[in-house]
T-cell receptor
Framework: DTGVSQDPRHKITKRGQNVTFRCDPISEHNRLYWYRQTLGQGPEFLTYFQNEAQLEKSRLLSDRFSAERPKGSFSTLEIQRTEQGDSAMYLC????????????FGDGTRLSIL | QQQVKQSPQSLIVQKGGISIINCAYENTAFDYFPWYQQFPGKGPALLIAIRPDVSEKKEGRFTISFNKSAKQFSLHIMDSQPGDSATYFCAASRGSGTYKYIFGTGTRLKVLA
């Protein structure tokens, strides 16, 4: 069990640029979640995949955000035309099973918008 | 109805003392309640979780107490140690659909040596 891996750990970019983050879940986990965490707050749900299907998107996920999970393995989260308000920690989590249970989080990608 | 309210916002405890963090929820459809520990620069790590069919669960120094009628649950850290100094989050999830977590706002715990 190598854990959930996220890349890059830190991303600094100028406002208006596009950024892409990658998440590699625990290998046997079929469920993958993206959350966003701002300073001093708890993580907020962004989107969820079961295998390769994106089954739910939060209203926090504006049209500038897109997520994919091709082949049901790793996932990418892309933010287009970044804005100051996008500065946050983007966390990925994975879980398995057919019912609610523990989600295992990666160490996140911290995005800073200049 | 989707909120999970967590208190206190911060907590200072002497080494060896008991740390208690409380959470309350409104949505009775929630049926899985995990607690996470987060250190600076790291992702949340699962500590312990409970389902509403039990009133208490203990794992080592960590205990969850659950009061279904009051829609409240709490984390007790016994014999608190300086290494426990971190931010703690409660969360809740429904037992159907996507099983996404709704997190509380966090409690920053400092254990004094």
């Amino acid at each position: 069990d190598t854990g959930v891996s996220q890349d890059p750990r830190h991303k600094i970019t100028k406002r208006g640029q596009n950024v892409t983050f990658r998440c590699d879940p625990i290998s046997e986990h079929n469920r993958l979640y993206w959350y966003r965490q701002t300073l001093g707050q708890g993580p907020e749900f962004l989107t969820y995949f079961q295998n390769e299907a994106q089954l739910e998107k939060s209203r926090l996920l504006s049209d500038r955000f897109s997520a994919e999970r091709p082949k049901g393995s790793f996932s990418t989260l892309e933010i287009q035309r970044t804005e100051q308000g996008d500065s946050a920690m983007y966390l990925c989590a994975s879980s398995d099973g057919m019912s609610v249970g523990p989600q295992h989080f990666g160490d996140g990608t911290r995005l800073s918008i200049l | 109805q989707q909120q999970v309210k967590q208190s206190p916002q911060s907590l200072i405890v002497q080494k060896g003392g008991i740390s208690i963090i409380n959470c309350a929820y409104e949505n009775t459809a929630f049926d899985y309640f995990p607690w996470y520990q987060q250190f600076p620069g790291k992702g949340p790590a699962l500590l312990i979780a409970i389902r509403p069919d039990v009133s208490e669960k203990k794992e080592g120094r960590f205990t969850i107490s659950f009061n279904k009628s009051a829609k409240q649950f709490s984390l007790h850290i016994m014999d608190s140690q300086p290494g426990d100094s971190a931010t703690y989050f409660c969360a809740a999830s429904r037992g159907s659909g996507t099983y996404k977590y709704i997190f509380g706002t966090g409690t920053r715990l400092k254990v004094l040596a």
